[in-house]
């Protein structure tokens, strides 16, 4: 699995720049550098320095120079990958970057695999898996709190509470596996309260983290907010006015919008996914019909959902059947009545014509009247429903399924000490439970489950 080999690869955006930095790693990397730099101070050698020190000077093919560089040498285990590291920082051109790294594997390189970096860090123990998958994650983070999700992770996050409660439940498995030994002097080694303690205490922390997986998912992916509405309430501009552009066709004949449209904002360092639906009503039009039925797959698949109706023509009365009418789709969402096109009537006389129904917004998509007031509103309902505590939260799928198995089994286990089962029954429940948290944190992996995390890493990384 570990190859002992020493790798390169561009670890910053492939193509032209102002600057470069070309990674080598292995047990020979500073050894197969050292003859390529030529320090700007007479005599010195990489060999020679200290570990976390930069030095100035040239690459050299033979006597052709290649680039004037800054080179970083980082030495193991005290490196991002607990090898001898080698930072070439040299000119961004496309051309200097090729001939570094031909240099490098002509002398004793080869090109790094996608996430080899991060592989050899994880093998060398530099890091657990989970924080691991969250070098990943954070890479590609695109908002303030998939960022700071992503960081917390990084740094331990949850994995180090896991780790803990994880040794504590192997000294109890050690201890039942040796009542097993001695079963025909029917000892007790493992003070069953204690245990029972201990596995309150991990039901507790499991059922957290895999209750926080529905936010954490949202907040790695994007908040789903569906507009949803009758036709010709102004979705479609509300949606454009909200991304500040163009992006769905607005027009005053009813149903224009007959399929979903979808895109992304930012708003408070979190990402929203606004999905701009078909008007919901009655209808002989079967691709119309088609759009509705996704309307309300949306729903389902929404964590805000925006209800947007004609103020100028719309009552009081129509509009609380049709948000009773959502509230049976919506399975407790977050549920926001907007009323718009506020700019066709006298505002008070419209806010008082529907003042019967709590919270509602008065906007006029059409003049950006009020919109930033929504986008206001949705990051304070995100926050009062989701965002309400400072938890540890979850927002890797494979992590979710295995603290799941991890919490049924030790379910399993408290049922079992509770009713008196046998100790090679609790001890097999125990060794399934240690299996699925193993899992999470990398003791216990596969060479399919490694190669399909960091076969998605970007080469460099």
Do not use: W
Not at 68 to 94: D, Q, R
Not at 159 to 183: G, N, T, V, Y
Not at 226 to 248: F, M, Q
Request: proline fraction near 2%; hydrophobic fraction near 40%; include cysteine.
């Amino acid at each position: 699995m570990m190859k002992k080999d020493n790798i390169c690869a561009l670890v910053t955006a492939s193509g032209m720049g102002a600057i470069a930095v070309i990674r080598v790693s292995g047990p020979d990397a500073i050894a197969l550098c050292t003859p390529l730099f030529k320090s700007v101070k007479e005599g010195k050698s990489l060999l020679n320095q200290k570990t976390h020190t930069i030095h100035l000077g040239t690459i050299m093919d033979g006597t052709q120079l290649v680039d004037e560089v800054l080179v970083s040498v980082f030495k193991g285990p005290n490196s991002y990958t607990g090898e001898n590291i080698v930072e070439i920082s040299c000119h961004g051109s496309n051309y200097i970057q090729q001939q570094i790294l031909q240099l490098l594997i002509k002398n004793g390189c080869r090109t790094a695999e996608p996430g080899e970096f991060t592989f050899r860090a994880f093998m060398n123990g530099k890091m657990d898996l989970s924080q691991a998958e969250a070098v990943a994650d954070l890479i590609s983070s695109s908002n303030e709190k998939s960022h700071d999700l992503a960081l917390s992770q990084m740094r331990g996050g949850f994995s180090s509470e896991i780790q803990a409660l994880r040794k504590e439940l192997i000294k109890f498995a050690s201890l039942i596996e040796l009542e097993l030994d001695f079963s025909s002097e029917d000892v007790e080694f493992a003070d069953r309260k204690e245990l029972d303690g201990l596995l309150n205490k991990l039901k507790m922390v499991l059922r957290k983290l895999v209750d926080s997986f529905a936010l954490g998912n949202v907040l790695k992916n994007g908040i789903p907010v569906a507009i949803v509405g009758e036709p010709n309430v102004g979705k479609s501009t509300l949606l454009n006015a909200l991304l500040n552009e163009d992006r769905a066709i607005v027009s005053e004949i009813a149903g224009t919008t007959r399929d979903t449209i979808e895109d992304e904002l930012v708003i408070d360092g979190m990402s929203f996914r606004f999905i701009d639906t078909a008007g919901i009503r009655e209808t002989n039009d079967t691709i119309e019909s088609i759009g509705i039925e996704k309307t309300f797959d949306k729903i389902k698949q929404s964590k805000v959902v925006l209800y947007l109706f004609d103020a100028s023509t719309a009552n009081s009365e129509m509009v609380h059947a049709e948000i009773l009418k959502l509230e049976e789709h919506t399975n407790g969402k977050q549920l926001i009545a907007v009323a718009n096109k506020v700019d066709k009537g006298y505002l008070p006389s419209i806010e008082s014509s529907f003042g019967d129904l709590p919270n509602v917004l008065f906007i006029s998509a059409k003049h950006k009247n009020n919109v930033e007031r929504l986008k206001e509103l949705l990051t304070e309902k995100v926050k009062q429903g989701l965002l309400n505590n400072d938890d540890v939260i979850i927002s890797n799928s494979r992590h979710f399924e295995a603290l799941t198995k991890a919490l049924e089994h030790v379910v399993l286990v408290q049922e079992g000490l509770g009713i008196g089962v046998s100790g090679d029954l609790l001890a097999m429940d125990i060794r399934q439970s240690l299996h699925h948290l193993g899992e999470v944190t990398g003791e216990i992996t596969t060479d399919d489950l490694l190669d399909s995390i960091f076969r998605d890493f970007c080469i460099g990384k």
